[in-house]
């Protein structure tokens, strides 16, 4: 059996995986977009440096773009094998493949107005609302900690990795030459403190693990105080100052966890008498299928449903869907909140109200992620930074630039430690890190030895290992 990282190797988007049985079956472990690196970012996605029709199952962590958002394309350029994932995977799926080819569709569009200009060819979008529509059908959905057959010699059990809904990681079981290898795919850890989902859980042990490694140098602050400081940060942007508080928030997960701890401040009767907005019609939706799958909360959301039978609601709390009502926006002129996607600032609404918003020293921009360090929200975190290029137009920076990062989906490299020490270290025959920058790695790495983890490999893109 062999093993080529593709994607997410030495890098934080992404996530392909590909492992060649020795009868020649070839799975997918994720089929993500890479992100963040402007143009360049369009031929890394169009180069998957495979052949889509030879893929026989795609085994997909979690539904995060960085994760998920090739599979169109992988069916448009032939694809036709099963891709496997949690239910919840799949119900998310079904809206930000669509939500992605969508904005694709746009951006495309922008942009060969500008080739016409100078007359050049138009190009096509990495694939259409067709193909994310198509792919679906493929989708087998199985729940957490049921053993699927792939078939007689490939298997799969998912167990809850906790770092969004329908994430888990992937226990793959192969035969091969009559002999049992059990290989793990941690996907995204999430934190051991989670205020909707539940926990992550142990998983089987293996003989080769491929985790994550994102934060792999980083320590969470002590987020006891989430609430505390959101609240701050609400009251001095939006009553001290009169201003807009704009929190660039991916649509799934962290988008409900902030509306989840605005409600729990509103029904407490600590929140100003203020608007606020999400606008993203794809966190609109998002919201629906969390609503859908309250198996995957946490028993703290679930005693909360008891007298609260909307977690993600209060009254002064508007979901914007139309376009017409995003721009009204604009023209908005009371102290309010505006969370819109995404969360890197790369795409979407979200950088329109940037725009609008930037240049006024009464407003707040809030980050609430991890930023790729090529990406618009990791630049607008520069220290001194004093002026920003949004949309080819060169913007003041005089809003406020604050920073949570105890909303974070990602485990710490403690927490990652500890989530790992389900394994027993003597038993693991290779670790593979994988879905972090080198440096970040390399650090991880060593942690990762003082603990035992032994035969520790950071990939680059197209190496290949025999297992």
Not at 68 to 94: E, H, N, Q
Not at 271 to 293: C, G, K, Q, W, Y
């Amino acid at each position: 059996m062999k093993i080529k990282f593709i994607g997410a190797a030495r890098e934080v988007t992404g996530s392909k995986h590909l492992i060649t049985t020795n009868e020649g079956k070839r799975i997918l472990l994720d089929c993500g977009m890479f992100q963040g690196k402007g143009l360049e970012t369009d031929s890394m996605n169009r180069n998957l440096g495979f052949d889509p029709a030879t893929i026989d199952y795609l085994i997909l962590s979690h539904a995060h773009i960085d994760h998920s958002g090739l599979i169109p394309y992988l069916y448009k350029g032939g694809f036709r094998g099963s891709v496997v994932c949690t239910s919840a995977t799949r119900d998310l799926c079904s809206i930000m493949l669509a939500d992605s080819a969508h904005i694709q569709e746009l951006d495309v569009q922008w942009f060969n107005k500008k080739r016409a200009k100078q007359n050049l060819y138009p190009v096509d979008p990495l694939y259409s609302m067709d193909d994310a529509e198509a792919c679906m059908k493929l989708f087998i959905a199985v729940e957490f900690d049921r053993r699927f057959y792939i078939n007689d010699k490939i298997n799969v059990k998912f167990s809850n990795s906790g770092h969004m809904l329908g994430s888990a990681v992937v226990n793959l079981e192969l035969i091969e030459n009559g002999e049992k290898v059990h290989l793990a795919f941690t996907g995204d850890i999430g934190r051991p403190h989670n205020r909707i989902l539940h926990l992550p859980t142990a998983f089987p042990q293996c003989d080769y693990l491929i985790t994550e490694s994102t934060y792999g140098n980083r320590l969470h602050p002590a987020d006891k105080e989430i609430e505390e400081d959101l609240l701050k940060i609400v009251v001095e942007t939006c009553v001290v100052n009169k201003g807009k508080l704009i929190i660039p928030s991916f649509a799934i997960g962290r988008t409900q966890e902030i509306v989840y701890v605005l409600n729990d401040l509103f029904n407490q009767r600590r929140l100003p008498r203020i608007d606020v907005f999400v606008d993203s019609p794809l966190s609109v939706n998002a919201t629906e299928i969390f609503r859908m799958h309250t198996d995957g909360m946490n028993d703290d959301v679930k005693d909360m449903l008891k007298y609260d039978k909307d977690p993600f609601g209060f009254n002064s709390l508007h979901y914007i869907k139309k376009l017409e009502e995003s721009k009204a926006l604009n023209s908005y002129e009371k102290p309010c909140i505006i969370i819109s996607s995404s969360g890197m600032m790369e795409a979407g609404r979200i950088k329109h109200h940037l725009a609008n918003n930037v240049s006024d020293a009464r407003n707040t921009i809030l980050i609430v992620g991890y930023c790729t360090p090529t990406s618009l929200g990791a630049r607008i975190q520069e220290p001194g930074l004093r002026e920003i290029s949004i949309f080819g137009i060169q913007h003041a920076i005089r809003a406020r630039i604050a920073k949570i990062e105890a909303f974070s989906g990602h485990a710490d490299y403690t927490e990652m430690i500890s989530f790992l020490s389900c394994q027993n270290r003597s038993q693991i025959k290779k670790t593979f890190l994988v879905h972090g920058e080198y440096d970040v790695q390399q650090f991880f790495a060593e942690e990762l030895k003082k603990e035992g983890f032994h035969d520790i490999e950071i990939p680059a893109v197209g190496d290949e290992f025999e297992l």
